[in-house]
């Protein structure tokens, strides 16, 4: 059967390009782009016709609202601001505790410390996302919110997740970067939460090259959003939004320019074609390579949901992980051992402790550092998984028969690997 399956060298595919909405990028980014060039207005609060606001972001935040069912939305720089802001506008400071997930991307931690809370470290489970029954272990009096990370196109159980941290009285923030277009039991991401928010950074998949945005239904944390990221300004068209009742306070500049929220625009009205070309390919890939001896696939609480951009192969043995990856990686398929998160306790922040000046950090009366919480050994379970998986990504340029030649090369390799 191996002679049958195996890849051979002389019959290597070139790799198929990786990407998701950049790789969309055309004609409709362009159009929306010159209308903004033309108009000689890239800044979204006001241009050449002071009756008239440029309308590009609005625009944006508009239709972001309708695709994913929610009342307000904000248009920022990044989806790392997005996350700040949504922490200032929930009134996380100093004292504060919010659990998130020890597995993460670097602002899903700096975030929380850039207003003054502390991070409290969770274990993911076999989804690679939040473990629902980690609030109840860690919750303390000073607790006062949960940040869920939708990993790589696979919604966290916002529903067990939704109920535990509600009936403690807990805040919901539900971290959408990497998942914009994903759904949970039918309905979108970033509707399950107090406060949500997305990101179109370079490799998302909707992208403006760097912007972000928040989401929620509730009025004053889309007016205390709107404070944070405008230097404290509530200026007239979010007036005319929701009419100002929070005190003015100092904030920073997190704005989105109009030509960012014309190429974000675009990217947003393309999600869906994007996520049904990934899940085509990637039902595809999964058709070559069901019932494989020992190779297992990431948990997907709701498969219907999954956006279908990344595969992940789970191994009951450590020992096959790196030969198959490095086999697969060698008949050009796209692969890795990682992504581009890592725990946050390996990462030299987290080591240190400190903050750009030690007074502002919120470790800074830990008598050694780093405690308990932060440290490796105190995650098993998340080294564990992490240690376990072949990640193979799914872009928009991929062809059915890349999928077919990825699927019968994890069948070749895992004959040798696996055997």
Same mark, same amino acid.
């Given at each position: 059967m191996l002679s049958q399956c195996r890849v051979m060298p002389d019959t290597l595919r070139p790799r198929p390009v990786p990407g998701l909405g950049c790789n969309a990028i055309g004609q409709e980014e362009e159009e929306l782009v010159l209308d903004v060039l033309r108009r000689k207005?890239?800044?979204?609060?006001?241009?050449?016709?002071?009756?008239?606001?440029?309308?590009?972001?609005?625009?944006?935040?508009?239709?972001?609202?309708?695709?994913? $069912?929610?009342?307000y939305a904000l248009a920022v720089s990044s989806g790392t601001a997005a996350l700040e802001i949504a922490y200032a506008a929930i009134g996380l400071g100093p004292g504060d505790e919010?659990?998130?997930?020890?597995?993460?991307?670097?602002?899903?931690?700096?975030?929380?410390?850039?207003? $003054?809370?502390?991070p409290v470290l969770c274990e993911i489970d076999d989804t690679l996302n939040f473990d629902p029954a980690e609030i109840a272990r860690?919750?303390?009096?000073?607790?006062?919110?949960v940040s869920v990370i939708h990993y790589q196109g696979v919604a966290a159980e916002m529903d067990l997740i939704q109920k535990e941290a509600h009936r403690r009285g807990l805040f919901v923030v539900e971290d959408c970067a990497q998942s914009i277009g994903t759904t949970?039991?039918?309905?979108?991401?970033?509707t399950w939460s107090d406060v949500a928010i997305y990101s179109f950074q370079y490799n998302k998949v909707a992208t403006c090259g760097e912007g972000g945005m928040v989401v929620t239904r509730d009025q004053r944390i889309y007016e205390r959003a709107v404070r944070y990221h405008d230097l404290g300004?509530?200026?007239?068209?979010?007036?005319?939004?929701?009419?100002?009742?929070?005190?003015?306070?100092?904030?920073?500049?997190?704005?989105?320019?109009?030509i960012s929220s014309a190429v974000a625009l675009a990217q947003v009205r393309k999600v869906d074609a994007i996520k049904a070309h990934c899940r085509s390919v990637?039902?595809?890939?999964?058709a070559k390579i069901e019932g494989l001896a020992g190779l297992n696939l990431r948990r997907i609480p709701d498969s219907d949901g999954d956006f279908g951009f990344e595969i992940y192969l789970m191994f009951g043995?450590?020992?096959?992980?790196?030969?198959?990856?490095?086999?697969?990686?060698?008949?050009n398929v796209n692969c890795g051992a990682r992504? $581009?998160?890592?725990?946050q306790y390996n990462r030299d922040y987290v080591k240190t402790g400190l903050l750009h000046h030690p007074a502002v950090s919120p470790f800074k009366d830990f008598k050694e550092w780093p405690d308990e919480g932060y440290r490796a050994e105190d995650f098993p379970r998340t080294e564990d998984l992490t240690k376990r998986y072949v990640a193979l990504p799914i872009g928009w340029l991929y062809t059915a028969e890349d999928a077919d030649y990825i699927g019968d090369s994890i069948v070749a390799v895992h004959a040798e690997v696996c055997r």
């Open positions: 207005e890239p800044f979204r609060y006001y241009g050449l016709n002071p009756d008239s606001p440029p309308p590009m972001a609005a625009i944006l935040e508009k239709e972001m609202c309708a695709y994913i $069912g929610t009342d919010v659990i998130v997930p020890a597995w993460s991307w670097v602002s899903c931690f700096t975030a929380i410390v850039r207003v $003054g809370a502390r860690l919750v303390t009096p000073r607790t006062k919110a949970y039991r039918g309905r979108q991401i970033g300004n509530y200026r007239p068209f979010h007036e005319a939004v929701v009419p100002s009742r929070e005190k003015p306070f100092a904030g920073g500049q997190f704005r989105l320019s109009e990637q039902a595809r890939v999964l043995n450590l020992d096959h992980v790196a030969p198959f990856h490095a086999k697969l990686d060698a008949l992504t $581009g998160t890592y725990p």
